[in-house]
């Protein structure tokens, strides 16, 4: 197979633990043609979507005492090329957030893809549809409760009658602006007016989950199926669970009712395009759906033993056989 991805700059990656790196490297130990690009070098060329892609060769990292350890250099670039993306087999997007107005104009190249000779991952117009914080809401038996508002009154009456919420910006990634808002807090006001710009860009606010102290677990999927999981902890001093912020990780196991979420979800994502999704869970209960560029692969297959890099990429080279 020939594969397109649509990443940050390479030299930026860190190759024991971006899940772009691990699936590049999948597709390269399997013998496949490995190409790399950046959103800014997409193109639209008689009606058809283009991009200037370079050829990538990934050295495997490998584990040693626990650790993934990795050569230097990583990676090797050879051939660059103007190429009609129709010309490969798949093009994962994966460029990280913020969702902005470059990302959206990315995604709208991207339709220009025919899907009946090329597989987007994830679709465009799934990545669109699929806010990472407000998607989640149309499951509403797996959520905990929520609700989506630029109002300060209707956040503080939500707030106050639950004693504690998460709130979330609705762009935001890894842990970014995500604050613990507690009753009678002197500082209510100004948090809020922040969050929202004044009252002008609403904001995700959820009751506070007391089992966030237990961790805050990612499942990955491929095609609505769960392949893997790790539990991702908070620091001293901290109170958010994401890799970013400092959280470290550990071994987990998916629980019957994270295997019914994860059902719950499925019809919905294989609809939409979403294929490599990361949903996050605390406590039982669906909090986040990840389309953008989920990671944790590399985490995953250090505890588990696993290559689900590679798993995803013969998944992949089943549909083209």
Known sequence: MKLAFIIDPIHLLDPCHDTSVALMEAACVLGHEVWITQASQLSVVDSKAWAILERVEITPIELVEKRWVAVSPWYK??????????????????????????????????????????????????IRAANEKMYALQFTEAIPETIVSADKARIRQFVESKGAAILKPLGNKAGEGILFLQAGDRNFNSIVELSTLQGRVPVMVQTYLPEALDGDKRIILLNGEPIGALNRLSTTGEFRNNMATGGTVAKTEITPREL???????????????????????????????????????????????RLGQQVIKWLDTLNS
């Open 77 to 126: 670039l050879t051939e660059r090329l103007n190429v009609c993306l129709e010309t490969m087999d798949a093009v994962f997007m994966r460029t990280d957030p913020p969702v902005d107005v470059p990302y959206l104009y990315a995604t709208y190249i991207l339709d220009y893809i025919d899907p009946r000779k090329t597989l987007v991952v994830n679709s465009p117009n799934g």
């Open 260 to 306: 019914d979420i994860c059902q719950q979800l499925a019809a919905k994502l294989r609809q939409d395009g979403l294929i490599f999704v990361g949903i996050d869970v605390i406590g039982g209960y669906l909090t986040e759906v990840n389309v953008t560029s989920p990671t944790g692969i590399r985490e995953i297959d250090r505890f588990e033993g696993t």
